[in-house]
């Protein structure tokens, strides 16, 4: 039976790195427009990175607690594949744009530490495509801590399994073990294949997808 794990690398800001990822074969791209991001992008910004992305990988526009005219700017202006919510942002706020849309869930943050509470929260999120699923820390994400996959096991009864995206913590010294183990349909990282905090590093991207291609070649033997 074949296996593969889809990638996205988030916080995307140099278009020479777009390019090494996409000749790496990743799947999506992650652009930041959030201004407390050490990632973020300005809006104009943005919209040139986001036009350099390819016919068949998919560019994802995260979000912080937006306020409803900058989402509808995103999807008139810009246009990306998917918005990704990465904030408090309620179900109904997500999906009053009727737009296709990643819901991140912050694994510990309070109300969201048991796997009753992660699976009941995510439960709320009826239209999302998929969820990512990141470390609760300050700041929303991009701190490169991980957390308890085995959290997400209610969540895997309930879900599909193309729903769930794994963020949080992944670098190329831990990836090939941890698709060994839980076999994720798709990740999600940032800083784990970064030089400085919006600055990807070219070989930390290929020894990272060395190492998840070795992984899931363990799994198909």
Same mark, same amino acid.
């Given at each position: 039976? $074949?296996? +593969?794990?889809?990638?996205? @690398?988030? /916080? ?24 407390? $991001? ?14 350099? =992305? ?10 912080? *607690?937006?306020?409803?005219d900058e989402v509808r700017? =995103? &999807? %008139? ?15 109904? @706020?997500?999906?009053?744009? *009727? ?8 694994? /510990?943050?309070? /109300?969201?530490? %048991? ?6 929260? %995510? ?19 991009g701190a490169g801590i991980? @957390?308890?996959?085995?959290?997400? *096991?209610? =969540? ?7 729903? &769930?995206?794994?963020?949080? /913590? ?5 990836? +090939?073990? @941890? ?10 990282l940032c800083s784990g ?29």
């Amino acid at each position: 039976m $074949s296996y +593969r794990t889809r990638i996205k @690398f988030c /916080g995307m800001t140099h278009p020479d790195d777009i390019q090494q990822a996409v000749d790496l074969g990743v799947d999506a791209l992650g652009f930041i427009l959030y201004p407390k $991001s050490k990632r973020a992008l300005s809006f104009e910004q943005l919209k040139l990175l986001v036009a350099k =992305v390819p016919v068949w990988v998919s560019s994802v526009v995260l979000l912080v *607690n937006p306020e409803v005219d900058e989402v509808r700017r =995103v &999807i %008139t202006e810009i246009k990306p594949d998917y918005l990704q919510f990465h904030g408090d942002e309620s179900a109904e @706020f997500c999906e009053q744009f *009727n737009y296709p849309y990643l819901r991140a869930i912050r694994v /510990g943050a309070p /109300g969201i530490s %048991t796997p009753e509470e992660i699976a009941h929260v %995510t439960a709320q999120y009826q239209q999302a495509k998929a969820f990512i699923f990141d470390a609760y820390s300050q700041g929303y994400g991009g701190a490169g801590i991980s @957390f308890d996959a085995d959290l997400l *096991n209610v =969540v895997r009864e309930q879900q599909a399994k193309d729903k &769930i995206i794994i963020a949080g /913590g992944l670098h190329p010294q831990n990836i +090939r073990s @941890f698709v060994q183990k839980y076999q994720p349909f798709a990740v999600d990282l940032c800083s784990g294949v970064e030089s400085s905090p919006g600055h990807k590093d070219p070989v930390k991207m290929q020894r990272f997808m060395s190492e998840l291609a070795l992984g899931q070649a363990r799994l198909r033997v």
